[in-house]
C-alpha cells in the first residue's frame, strides 16, 4: 500500500542518499519548483546526499548549463548521472558501431563530446542513414511531430539490422505547459517494428550504476535500504526503483497530474486506481516535492 506523505521530511530520517528526478520534479524544463529547492536543501543541511538522477540524453555538464539557466541552485544537489552519460559510454565502446546515423536536436550533439573516462574509445562518425552502422537517438528532430511521422526512415533502418542507441528512454516530457515527444518513444516505436533499441536510462541498470559510482567518487557510500528514488514517471523513475530494490517516492503532480487528479496532493483513490492500471506500486506518494 503506498503511503502519501505531506513533505519529504516526514520520511527523511529513514534514508541516507536520495536519487532525484529532475524535469517534473525539481523543475519543469522552464523554471525550479521553489519547495522542492527547499526541499532538497533541508536533506542537504540534516546530512543527505542528493545525485540528480535525469534521462537527459546529454553529458552532465550539459544538464549543469540548462540548471543555471532555469535556477535550480547548486546547493541543493551532489552530483548528476545522466543517461546520456551512460549511453555515450556504451557508444564509445562500440555499441552501436563507428558509422552512425544521429537523431535530436541541434543542442543535442553535445553528445558527441569526448569521454575522458573511456579508454581507447571507438572513433565515430555522423553519417546518412543508408551508410550507417547504427542509430544514436537523442530525441525527435521535432518534439512536437508525433514519432509515427519517422517511421519511413525506421524501416530502411530495421531492413539494414541497426541497433537504436536510446539516451533517453522516457515517453513524453513537460515543458512549461506543452507536452513534447522523447527519445523514448521512437526507441519504443522501432521495437514494435521490430528493430533492437539499446536502453541506458531509467529504469534500466546502467544509470543506477552510475549513479553509485557518482556517490562513491564523492566519498559517500550508501547501502540500497538508505536511498530514496524520487520521480514522476511510473514506468521510469518508480519501475527503475523497483527494479534496484530500493524505495521510491512518486510526485504525483507531474507526469500523472490528470490521472491521479492531483492539485496539492493526488485523490487517495484515484491514485489507487492509477497504480493498479500502471502495476507498478511506489512506497510512497506526494503531490509535489516538498
Same mark, same amino acid.
Given at each position: 500500500?503506498?503511503?502519501?506523505?505531506?513533505?519529504?521530511?516526514?520520511?527523511?530520517?529513514?534514508?541516507?542518499?536520495?536519487?532525484?528526478?529532475?524535469?517534473?520534479?525539481?523543475?519543469?524544463?522552464?523554471?525550479?519548483?521553489?519547495?522542492?529547492?527547499?526541499?532538497?536543501?533541508?536533506?542537504?543541511?540534516?546530512?543527505?546526499?542528493?545525485?540528480?538522477?535525469?534521462?537527459?540524453?546529454?553529458?552532465?555538464?550539459?544538464?549543469?548549463?540548462?540548471?543555471?539557466?532555469?535556477?535550480?541552485?547548486?546547493?541543493?544537489?551532489?552530483?548528476?548521472?545522466?543517461?546520456?552519460?551512460?549511453?555515450?559510454?556504451?557508444?564509445?565502446?562500440?555499441?552501436?558501431?563507428?558509422?552512425?546515423?544521429?537523431?535530436? #536536436?541541434?543542442?543535442?550533439? +553535445?553528445?558527441?563530446?569526448?569521454? $575522458? @573516462?573511456? *579508454?581507447?574509445?571507438?572513433?565515430?562518425?555522423?553519417? =546518412?542513414?543508408?551508410?550507417?552502422?547504427?542509430?544514436?537517438?537523442?530525441?525527435?528532430?521535432?518534439?512536437?511531430?508525433?514519432?509515427?511521422?519517422?517511421?519511413?526512415?525506421?524501416?530502411?533502418?530495421?531492413?539494414?539490422?541497426?541497433?537504436?542507441?536510446?539516451?533517453?528512454?522516457?515517453?513524453?516530457?513537460?515543458?512549461?505547459?506543452?507536452?513534447?515527444?522523447?527519445?523514448?518513444?521512437?526507441?519504443?516505436?522501432?521495437?514494435?517494428?521490430?528493430?533492437?533499441?539499446?536502453?541506458?536510462?531509467?529504469?534500466?541498470?546502467?544509470?543506477?550504476?552510475?549513479?553509485?559510482?557518482?556517490?562513491?567518487? #564523492?566519498?559517500?557510500?550508501? +547501502?540500497?535500504?538508505?536511498?530514496? $528514488? @524520487?520521480? *514522476?514517471?511510473?514506468?521510469?523513475?518508480?519501475?527503475? =526503483?523497483?527494479?534496484?530494490?530500493?524505495?521510491?517516492?512518486?510526485?504525483?503532480?507531474?507526469?500523472?497530474?490528470?490521472?491521479?487528479?492531483?492539485?496539492?496532493?493526488?485523490?487517495?483513490?484515484?491514485?489507487?486506481?492509477?497504480?493498479?492500471?500502471?502495476?507498478?506500486?511506489?512506497?510512497?506518494?506526494?503531490?509535489?516535492?516538498?
Amino acid at each position: 500500500m503506498t503511503r502519501i506523505i505531506e513533505s519529504l521530511t516526514d520520511i527523511s530520517a529513514t534514508y541516507d542518499a536520495y536519487f532525484v528526478d529532475l524535469w517534473g520534479c525539481v523543475h519543469n524544463g522552464v523554471h525550479a519548483f521553489d519547495e522542492a529547492v527547499a526541499a532538497l536543501r533541508k536533506v542537504r543541511a540534516d546530512g543527505g546526499f542528493i545525485v540528480l538522477v535525469t534521462n537527459a540524453p546529454r553529458h552532465r555538464a550539459s544538464v549543469e548549463g540548462q540548471l543555471d539557466q532555469i535556477g535550480v541552485p547548486r546547493d541543493c544537489w551532489d552530483t548528476i548521472a545522466t543517461s546520456g552519460d551512460s549511453a555515450r559510454a556504451a557508444m564509445f565502446t562500440g555499441a552501436v558501431g563507428q558509422k552512425v546515423w544521429f537523431m535530436g #536536436e541541434a543542442h543535442d550533439r +553535445s553528445f558527441f563530446d569526448p569521454m $575522458a @573516462i573511456i *579508454d581507447d574509445p571507438v572513433r565515430i562518425k555522423e553519417v =546518412a542513414l543508408k551508410d550507417a552502422e547504427g542509430i544514436v537517438c537523442c530525441g525527435p528532430f521535432d518534439p512536437h511531430a508525433h514519432p509515427d511521422e519517422l517511421r519511413p526512415q525506421l524501416l530502411l533502418a530495421k531492413q539494414n539490422g541497426l541497433k537504436l542507441l536510446c539516451a533517453n528512454p522516457d515517453i513524453v516530457v513537460d515543458r512549461g505547459g506543452q507536452r513534447e515527444w522523447c527519445a523514448g518513444a521512437i526507441a519504443q516505436l522501432y521495437t514494435e517494428m521490430g528493430g533492437e533499441s539499446l536502453y541506458f536510462g531509467k529504469p534500466h541498470p546502467p544509470i543506477y550504476d552510475l549513479a553509485r559510482r557518482r556517490m562513491i567518487a #564523492e566519498g559517500r557510500s550508501v +547501502s540500497d535500504n538508505r536511498i530514496l $528514488a @524520487i520521480g *514522476d514517471g511510473i514506468a521510469t523513475d518508480i519501475k527503475g =526503483a523497483l527494479g534496484e530494490d530500493i524505495d521510491s517516492l512518486f510526485i504525483t503532480g507531474g507526469l500523472a497530474r490528470d490521472e491521479t487528479k492531483t492539485h496539492n496532493q493526488p485523490d487517495p483513490d484515484a491514485l489507487d486506481q492509477y497504480i493498479k492500471s500502471e502495476m507498478i506500486t511506489p512506497t510512497f506518494a506526494i503531490g509535489y516535492l516538498r
